[in-house]
Every structure is written in structure tokens, then in C-alpha cells.
């Protein structure tokens, strides 16, 4: 991608993470216009160097001083870091884009995938919050389909990557094959059981109504991303023992009948979306989704446990470090500087 504008200093916080590591390396390969690259993270790393454009950048410490002359900042630290610096970075004049949770449901801050609401930025906020990562995998197909059909309702259940949970619980799930080839006792630190071999619920902290944090956010989420407040969502989020990319198996009702041949259609012109169509191959997988910046929809069919012809099930898979973080958080960026007015909502 080409940036007829000037270049700005941007930094990204959080830069020894999993979703930081992927900013920089995205930053450089879209060609952002980067004119000076600010690598900031705790005091813990401070000093350290990492990979940016071919070279190395050094690690700084979050504070006052490594956030002077910020002009586009991408937030990838933990939601109580963003409290406390979205605030004085968007004070401090720049644009930030904060991947936590910290502002999701912040009526004043919009929350955008470009592709479904993008003309939420046309106001060109200075701070807005990207989505859930299984939240925007999910309405990266999703979505589409609603405003060719009408969606009624959605059901989801996530098969979700380790690294959701940062580079510890990636670095863990590694760990843990090497012990277990060895022979050795796998230890578990991160999610305090196995994730090699297992299965689970996801690792969120479980709410009074016995939904856990993650679910809670594709239901909330998914009604403001869509505009949908009444929308009914049923979720069960899982965590699975694969190093990247979470897929979602959706069941998704509509207001008017929907057939799969013309849901295809649909989803074959949907930006950000490709097709991976079982019946001349293999079905997506994490695998075939990890390091990739589009959403990979399979298995599209009828859903028989929805009034007739008004349900559909599909398989839906893409990169939560990319698409469900730090590419998206980008392309909010992108917009931001360039033509901010693009994108807007359909119903
Ligand atoms: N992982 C995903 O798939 C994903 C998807 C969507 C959204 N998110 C969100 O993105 C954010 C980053 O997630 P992650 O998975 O990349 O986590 P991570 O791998 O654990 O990285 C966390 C980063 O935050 C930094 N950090 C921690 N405390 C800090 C502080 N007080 N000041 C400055 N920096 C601090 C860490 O620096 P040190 O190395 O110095 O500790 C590290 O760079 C989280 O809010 C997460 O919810 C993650």
C-alpha cells in the first residue's frame, strides 16, 4: 500500500508482545509512513532490541518522555496501561489505536473493523479501539451476509489459538512439546493446565451469569460493530492447542431466506475475505490462516436447525495477531491519515 503523506513518528507500545511484534513487522511490509519508529514497552525491556525495516530499534520504557512527538500511536500493552496512556498520548496530540479492551464499550470511542464500519473514522477520532479478536473474525463473514440478508441471530463457538493470550502462552504451548518429546514433565504456567494435547474453556475470567469475559465481548461487541443492539448472540469460546490463527464455527440466522450458493457469492466479494471451498481441496485451518491478513471462510451450508432456508453454517478462520489485532489496528491507522472517510456502515 502507497502513502502520498508525510512521514509520522509512530510508536508502538507493546512492542516485545505478540501483537506488537506483529505491528512493527506489518508497519514495514504496508509501507506505513514511518518516519521515526518508536519501540516502547515496561521498564522490564527496556534497552532490549528488536527487528524493525531490516535493522534493529531499541526497546523504551513507557513514560514521558518516550511518548514526546508521538504523532500515531498503536496500543498493544494490557487494558490497564492503555487507561492510563491512550489519554495522555491523545492529549500529547497523537492518534491512537488501542487494541484492549479498555475502550470497547466507551460510547465517545468508536470501535472498528474498516471493512464493516469503517465510516465510523470519518470524524477522524483521535482514539478508537479495535475489536475482539474473535469478534472480528467472526464478523468479517459475518457481516456480509447481514447486509445481504438481515441477521437475527448469531450463534459462535471458538476454537481459539494460544498466542490469544500473548507470547508467554505461545512460547508455553512450544515448551511443552519439546518437554513432552523429551520425555520430560510438561509444565504449565501460563493457563496453569496443559494446553498440549488438551482442550478448554476459554482462560477469561468467568461472570456472575457463568459466560466467561470472552464470550461477553462477542455478544457486546457484535451488537455495536454491526449496530445491532437487540442482536442475539449465543457463544461458547474455547482454546485449543494451536500456536496462531482462532477459528469460529457460526451458525447464522437471517431475516429473509438465504441460500448457500448466493451466500458464496456474497462472501466472494467481501473485502478482507477469501473462500477456501472444501469441495475442490481441504476446508481452512489455523495453519492455512496464520501469517495471513485475510478471514478464510469454509463450509458454507444450509443450517437445518433454523427456520427453513433461514439459516446458515459456516467455518470461518483467520490470524488473531493480524486480522484480529495488529493489521486491523493498522488499517484504522491507515485511514485515519489517508482518506478517513472511507467504509460505511450498510444495514
Ligand atoms: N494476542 C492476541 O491475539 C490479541 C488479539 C487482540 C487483542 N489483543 C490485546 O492486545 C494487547 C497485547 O496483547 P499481547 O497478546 O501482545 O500480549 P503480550 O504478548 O503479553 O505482550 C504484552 C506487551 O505489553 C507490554 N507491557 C506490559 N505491561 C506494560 C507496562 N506497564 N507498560 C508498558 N508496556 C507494558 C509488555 O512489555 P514487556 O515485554 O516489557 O513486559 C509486552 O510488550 C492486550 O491488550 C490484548 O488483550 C491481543
Redesign the pocket.
Known sequence: MDHPVRPRTVAV????????REAMERLHRRRFPVGELRA???Q??AGGTLPFAGGQVTVQA?DEASIRGVEVAIL????A?SREWAPRLVHAGAVVVD???AFRMDPQVPLVVPEINGGELAGRPSLVA?P??TTIISLMAAAPLHHAFGLRRITACSYQAV??A???AMQELEGQARQWSAGEPVQSTVFRRPTLFNVFPHDSALLPDGSNEEETKLVKESRRILDLPDLRVSVTCVRVPVRRAHAVALHLEFERRVDPEVAREVLSRAEGVRLVDERSGSPADPLMAAEGDEVLVSRIRRDFGAPEDHGLALWTVGD??LK??ALNAIQIAERLLGDGASGTRRR
Do not use: E, F, K, M
Open positions: 507500545i507493546g512492542a516485545t508482545g505478540a501483537v506488537g516502547i514497552a515496561s522490564r525491556s513507557l498493544a500493552a494490557d487494558a496501561t487494541n484492549s479492551s479495535n475482539n479478536c498466542s490469544g500473548g507470547l508467554p488473531q495477531l484480529g489485532a
